[in-house]
Each structure stands twice: as C-alpha cells, then as structure tokens.
C-alpha cells in the first residue's frame, strides 16, 4: 500500500501520478465494509466510559438529490462520562467530517480503523489534556462514495444539512451549548475540505476549525482525458462501488461540483467530452476550490475564532497546499496555526494527532459552561 499518495490527491498528468492514486485504492477499498448506510452498528470495538449512540438525521436538504441518495442519514455521537451523572451540565459541541469512501463507523470507533475519535477523547480526558465535550460525525457516504460536503442538486445540499440540519438536531436532543462559541469543525481529507468550506461560510454557527490532511484545495483541479476517459465509461451510479479510485473520486467531485440535472442517470458533466477540454467544468470545478473560495469569504474568516491546520510531509500535494492556504490566511493578517508533520502520509499519525493536537485545540478554545 502506498498511502504516502493522499486519498483525494489531485491528479497530475503523469503516469507515475496515476499509478501512485490507483494503488491508494488498495487502502480505499478496504474503506468500503465501513461505509455502507444498511448496517446496524455493533459494540464499539474500545470500551468507553463516555456513550456512544448511532441514531438517523432527517435532512430535508438533502431530498430530492437526482442519485436517490437516501436523505435521512446515519450519525454517530458520543456523550462523556459526566453526561448522564450530571443532568443540569451543558456541553460544547465538536463535529466531526470523515474523507472519501470513508463513514462514521470507522470514525467513531464501530469498527476498527485508522482512528478512533472518541478513544482518542478519553485518553485525553485522562491524561488532562481534553475537557469533556459532545462528539458529533454525520455519514457522508453516496452513491459517489463521497459527498464533498458541497452544494448539489446531484447529490444535496451538504452544506445545509451540516451546518444547520445536523446542529439543529443536536441541539434539540441533546444538552449542548447551543452558541457558535461552544461549537467546532473538524475534518480529514475529504472532510478537511468540507471543514474549510463550510467553516470559512458559516462563523455564525462554528467558531472554530481544525482541517487535517485537507484535499482538494488549489483551484488547478483538473484530471486528464485518460482519467475521464474511464470515468465516462461508468454509465450508472450502480456501477461505481466496482470502479477504481481514480475514477470514483473524478464522479465524486464532478457530481459536487459541476452537476447536470438535464443529464441523467449520473447528473453530472466531466471536464473532457469528446477529447476536448470543457473550460466550463473546469472554472466550475476552480471555483469550488477553499484556495479560490477564501478570497470571497475573508470577513467570515476573521470572524472565526481559531483555525487549526495539519498535514504530512510525505502526503503531497497536500501538504504543499495546506501551507499556502496558511500563507493567504497570514496574507490577511487571519489568526491560525498550520503543522506539517515529519514524517507524516495521509492516514499515519493520524490517531495521535487527533488525541494530542486536534482534540486539545477545541478544549483550549471552545466555550465551556462552569
């Protein structure tokens, strides 16, 4: 396995580039038990102190998406030591957004996976290091594998159904501290590019941002002819659970952000059609990218109370891309911290930086109440 190669690494025109993603799949395919929406979760595979629940959000921006995608979605939340000793206690909120062929059973520790946030949590609890709080991690899987937690009549509404569907429900049913000062975003990969879109467009509902490992953040976002080559050979939805990475991901981010509603049954356009580049899809595709969207939201970014940044050296171009995005946040006088790891790929560390870095980052800047 090389997963050195980012899991939504943006794809270069070189065979060397094809080859290194393709074998991502290897690490991507063993995802896939993981991310289905029809199985009951089992016990959490690490005993924990705190309560872990698994229930199913209504998400009325999400009806009508043109894949069928099923609107009322799976999420898994834990509830701390305290939550039911302490029955007049309020708590801060973290939510929590998983990558590309990824779920919340593997995130919150339904299975066994790269990371387990609420382990990781209570180890930090333990140790002092982490104050309780509620952890929230909706599952983002379609039909594509991937929402790209974006806006999309081929998919839903994400961005909605995240930031106000989902708190909403949260705040209704369980003790939170229902206020922007109490309430974090975080992500790896796929969901630290939906951490920084919906983050740098909604402070008056998270206050603070953590982005692991983001993809998908220059707005030179353009596979070659080959790639969509393949990806046009899948002619229905149901096809895609036996496609190879490289062309899951091309549908996953076409369906975000260039869909079709006039082009059924994938609702989607490719930036090549007939061995020509389509300028279109591709400035559609640039102007989804956060080091393009930032520039639109710099007033809502200065809003924001604290902004985390993180990625592995080896994990490139993301690592690169992480540290310009941090440079134009400095451009802007915008407070954050970024860390590139060394050594560090896509999903190594990862477990380690969420117990010490990302978890203790909300505790330290998080409202609590006293």
């Not at 594998?145 to 159904?161: A, H, I």
């Not at 869909?259 to 989607?268: I, K, S």
Request: charged fraction near 20%.
């Amino acid at each position: 396995m090389n997963d050195s190669v980012s899991c939504a690494v943006l794809l270069h025109r070189t065979a060397a580039f094809r080859r290194g993603l393709l074998a991502l799949g290897l690490w991507a395919a063993a995802l896939l038990p993981a991310a289905g929406l029809a199985q009951d979760a089992p016990r959490p595979v690490t005993p924990l102190d705190g309560a872990l629940e698994r229930v199913t959000v209504h998400g009325t921006s999400l009806e009508g998406n043109l894949v069928g995608d099923d609107p009322d979605r799976p999420v898994s939340v834990y509830l701390p030591p305290s939550y039911d000793a302490s029955p007049e206690r309020r708590y801060p909120v973290v939510y929590v957004l998983h990558g590309f062929t990824d779920s919340d059973r593997g995130w919150f520790g339904w299975e066994e996976h790269f990371v387990n946030v609420p382990a990781a949590l209570e180890r930090g609890m333990e140790a002092g290091t982490v104050r309780e709080m509620i952890l929230v991690v909706p599952n983002a899987f379609t039909a594509y594998e991937g929402s790209m937690y974006s806006s999309s009549v081929t998919t839903g509404d994400w961005e909605t159904f995240v930031a106000e569907e989902l708190v909403g429900y949260v705040d209704r049913n369980y003790r939170t501290l229902p206020d922007r000062d109490s309430r974090g975003l975080a992500g790896h990969s796929m969901g630290g590019y939906g951490t920084l879109r919906i983050g740098m467009k909604r402070p008056d509902v998270f206050s603070s941002l953590y982005a692991m490992s983001p993809c998908c953040l220059e707005a030179r976002l353009e596979p070659d002819s080959a790639a969509v080559a393949e990806a046009r050979a899948i002619t229905h939805p149901d096809q895609v659970p036996e496609a190879d990475f490289l062309t899951k991901i091309v549908l996953a981010w076409a369906a975000a952000w260039s869909p079709d509603p006039n082009d059924p049954p994938l609702y989607l356009d490719l930036p090549w059609a007939n061995g020509a580049r389509q300028p279109g899809v591709v400035a559609e595709w640039a102007a989804n990218a956060p080091l393009a969207l930032m520039h639109q939201h710099v007033p809502e970014l200065r809003r924001l109370a604290a902004i985390g940044l993180d990625a592995g050296a080896q994990d490139q171009p993301i690592a690169s891309n992480t540290r310009a995005f941090a440079e134009g946040l400095a451009a802007y006088g915008i407070d954050h911290t970024v860390k590139i790891y060394d050594p560090g790929t896509h999903v190594s560390r990862i477990d380690a930086r969420v117990e010490n870095h990302v978890l203790p980052f909300f505790s330290d800047r998080l409202a609590f109440s006293e």
